[in-house]
DNA sequence: GACGCGGGAA
DNA sequence: TCAAATCCCGCGTC
């Protein structure tokens, strides 16, 4: 294409012109196997990354639909050195493959002997392994089964990641079907439940309120059997257990909770992250749990935030089969390798632009906006430390009459107002008039105040990070966020999430971030919207002069 | 045993 | 980076 929207560069980024008539087929076509860096206004950065390229292949995708979708929208002709470079980085992913062996159990074997070759070499590697079993048209090693996850782990680090072709144990068998009344899946739950099964473990990711919990239902109506369930929070835990007995054929005294206060082990357990990795005298006091059963079904909820010592216990489940849940693949700790390695790779993937197409979620404008400092402000930013820099640009008063003008903007609408520092928060209570939900409300009043907003007799609620994590936020049509956590990707798209729910009246959802203008608030506010942009939202930017006079 | 409270962890 | 929120656990009361 002469005028194609994308610039190819042999660094392997990827220019997208984001007003470009064909940018979103673009964007749709490169999301796949390049992920966002930078979304400023006009030209998006993309990257294309190993890893990206490896879920792609275990997708089903080839280098030969990633390299028509670059010539096709590139503006200049693609270098060739990329090319080629990115057929080779998809040819590597299976080179290696992890195989049932009748005699030695578990065997890492390859047709291309100098790929086996060079990995046993690696020190780190060798003492994972057995026997050396040539054959005639290639080699293979046994590897000792209880290193099945490391030894995934250390091949996608030395750049050859290996595909588990070694199966599954059935698990203990329980009888689990979907409830027929009232209701059906979703197509694309229907998909990724199937695209799950089929691949025998990995991700699946949705967009919040997208209904993941019923892909974890229907995992398990594949499966049939004993399921252990992996939650960030008790209030999840608790959602899941509900959602199960009314979306299954599940009944209440099948389902138990394994958490601080409730031990029950049943059927089908939903356990927090948070119990599994306590400790005592540094040793884990309940990794019996993966014991207890013969679990058949390992889901992962929220797998953007599995905590670093349930990686080191699913190295040791290889066997199970594995389902992680979450909307945002992206973690900011680096370790989406991991998760890649030791759940498995991207089985389905929904863009949320499709979703809205498709009216799953409610459409939503973003818009950033823009508050000058005045120069007494400017003077003490300047002046200030730099741990206090962010608090101090991210709560300027300005932002309170602002927020204001926001609220008034929309007096028919539920809105929702969000902050990170409590300071802040109060006092935008009470100017607003708004009672504050933060961390030390007590989970009576939490409940109170929401059902309030839910019947409309409060049309503004402040809240704090609980709306990060609690999922029984009521519903809004209106977000407005004062300050958040640096580059926090995935707690943009948390917030922006609350307000997407499908309206009754089909309306659209509006969602406000307030932002200090050249300042380090708008460098992290820029990092979070990184993500969503990701997804297809463009953030519209407004000053906010304009919204003080009323537009 | 069902709570509520406060300390500690990450 | 800090601030904030969470959860677990042990302790008390009833």
Not at 57 to 64: L, V, Y
């Amino acid at each position: 294409m002469a005028d194609g929207p994308l610039i190819v560069q042999s660094d392997k980024t990827l220019l997208l012109e984001v007003d470009h008539e064909q940018a979103d087929a673009c964007r749709k076509a490169i999301a796949p196997f390049a992920e966002l860096e930078r979304a400023p206004e006009h030209v998006h950065t993309y990257r294309v990354t190993p890893l990206a390229l490896w879920n792609a292949r275990a997708a089903g995708h080839d280098a030969e639909q990633v390299i028509d979708a670059l010539i096709t929208h590139s503006r200049y002709p693609v270098p060739h050195a990329l090319l080629v470079d990115i057929a080779e980085t998809m040819a590597r992913y299976g080179r290696l493959r992890l195989e049932k062996h009748p005699v030695h159990g578990l065997v890492l074997t390859s047709t291309d002997r100098a790929v086996l070759e060079e990995v046993l070499r690696s020190k780190k590697i060798q003492p994972l392994l057995g026997e050396r079993l040539d054959g005639a048209d290639g080699g293979s090693v046994a590897v000792h089964p209880s290193e099945r996850g490391n030894i995934k782990q250390l091949l996608l680090k030395l750049g050859w990641p290996a595909e588990d072709l070694a199966g599954y144990v059935d698990g203990e068998h329980h009888p689990i079907t979907l409830a027929e009344d009232g209701w059906e899946l979703r197509s694309y739950q229907r998909e990724a439940a199937e695209a799950f099964w089929h691949g025998g473990s990995g991700v699946v990711v949705l967009p919040c309120g997208a209904g993941k919990t019923i892909v974890g239902a229907a995992a398990m109506a594949h499966a049939k059997a004993t399921t252990l369930i992996l939650v960030t929070n008790t209030v999840s835990a608790h959602q899941w257990k509900q959602e199960l007995i009314k979306r299954t054929s599940l009944t209440e005294d099948e389902i138990g909770e394994y958490t601080g206060t409730k031990k029950e082990i049943r059927p089908v357990t939903i356990a927090t992250y948070q119990v599994m990795t306590t400790r005592r005298q540094g040793a884990y006091r309940h990794l019996e749990l993966f014991d207890a059963r013969d679990w058949g079904l390992v889901i992962y909820d929220e797998v953007h935030l599995l905590p670093a010592p349930i990686f080191r216990m699913t190295a040791d489940l290889q066997a199970r089969r594995r389902v992680g849940l979450t909307a945002t693949l992206v973690r900011e700790d680096g370790r989406e390798g991991d998760v890649f390695s030791l759940i498995g790779p991207k089985r389905y993937d929904a863009p949320w632009k499709d979703m809205e197409n498709q009216g799953w979620i409610a459409p939503a404008d973003c818009v950033e906006v823009r508050v000058t400092l005045t120069d007494d402000e400017r003077l003490a930013y300047a002046m200030a430390d730099a741990e206090e820099r962010y608090r101090f640009c991210a709560t300027t008063p300005s932002k309170t009459r602002v927020t204001e003008a926001l609220v008034n903007r929309h007096p028919d609408e539920q809105v929702l107002v969000i902050g990170q520092y409590i300071d802040q928060l109060d006092e935008l209570g009470e100017h607003l008039g708004a009672p504050v939900i933060k961390g030390d409300t007590k989970v009576k009043e939490r409940e109170r105040l929401f059902q309030a907003f839910r019947d409309r007799e409060i049309r503004v609620l402040v809240v704090s990070k609980v709306a990060n994590f609690s999922i029984d936020l009521p519903e809004a049509s209106v977000a407005v966020q004062v300050s958040g956590t640096f580059g926090s990707r995935q707690e943009e798209a948390q917030r922006l999430g609350r307000v997407l729910r499908p309206k009754s009246g089909g309306g659209g959802a509006r969602f406000y971030s307030v932002v200090s203008r050249d300042t380090v608030d708008q460098e992290f506010a820029a990092h979070r919207q990184r993500f969503l942009a990701e997804q297809g939202y463009a953030y519209q930017i407004i000053d906010a002069d304009d919204v003080l006079a009323g537009d």
